[in-house]
T-cell receptor
Framework: GNSVTQMEGPVTLSEEAFLTINCTYT??????LFWYVQYPGEGLQLLLK?????DKGSNKGFEATYRKETTSFHLEKGSVQVSDSAVYFC???????????FGGGTRVLVKP | DTAVSQTPKYLVTQMGNDKSIKCEQN?????MYWYKQDSKKFLKIMFS???????INETVPNRFSPKSPDKAHLNLHINSLELGDSAVYFC???????????????FGQGTRLTVV
């Protein structure tokens, strides 16, 4: 079956540090890949997405590249802010309207 | 306007009670979902409906019964609540057009259910 594995947190960083959250997936074919973010006390929001190999998704300074050869979709940001403190979820979808399969989530805490 | 709205936001109830959580989306999407997020933040699909028809039913106890009166609504009814049902339940929706493989799901704000 499909699965998503992401690094366990929490990840604690200082402001302006570089952030990387690893995500790898197992799926047949060519799934679409997503990063969602959940700020404290809120629901999930889409952060970025990519639908085919070598696509790069980007938003709010975050980037992730769809790597078919390593089945990975690592999330990066060059300079984090306190407001980036949240739980980040990597997810995949095999077909339109199909369910999202989520990784376990990575809690990120950015300290001033 | 809120795209996916759930009510209530918080629900505290005693074991053995029956409760419902309502979900509505105004995005015109064909597909709606219920996800459960446990205390460790792990998210798992429970149900998915497409145009009022059940298409995904993961291994969820039959005390949980989704109901979709129309494609804009997907309510979750839970019978005989147990302590282990305490979690945050998220409703979501997405389009079903096969050509739009990169469409994301839109999530509600969540309902925090606490069973005491």
């Amino acid at each position: 079956g499909n699965s998503v594995t992401q690094m366990e947190g929490p990840v604690t960083l200082s402001e302006e540090a570089f952030l990387t959250i690893n995500c790898t997936y197992t799926a047949t074919g060519y799934p679409s890949l997503f990063w969602y973010v959940q700020y404290p006390g809120e629901g999930l929001q889409l952060l970025l997405k990519a639908t085919k190999a070598d696509d790069k998704g980007s938003n709010k300074g975050f980037e992730a590249t769809y790597r078919k050869e390593t089945t990975s979709f690592h999330l990066e940001k060059g300079s984090v802010q306190v407001s980036d403190s949240a739980v980040y979820f990597c997810a995949l979808r095999k077909a339109a309207g199909n369910k999202l399969t989520f990784g376990g989530g990575t809690r990120v805490l950015v300290k001033p | 306007d809120t795209a996916v709205s759930q009510t209530p936001k918080y629900l505290v109830t005693q074991m053995g009670n029956d409760k419902s959580i309502k979900c509505e989306q105004n995005l015109g999407h064909d597909t709606m979902y219920w996800y459960k997020q446990d205390s460790k933040k792990f998210l798992k699909i429970m149900f998915s409906y497409n145009n009022k028809e059940l298409i995904i039913n993961e291994t969820v106890p039959n005390r949980f019964s989704p109901k979709s009166p129309d494609k804009a609504h997907l309510n979750l009814h839970i019978n005989s609540l147990e302590l282990g049902d305490s979690a945050v339940y998220f409703c979501a929706s997405s389009p079903y057009e096969r050509s739009l493989l990169n469409t994301e799901a839109f999530f509600g704000q969540g309902t925090r259910l606490t069973v005491v």
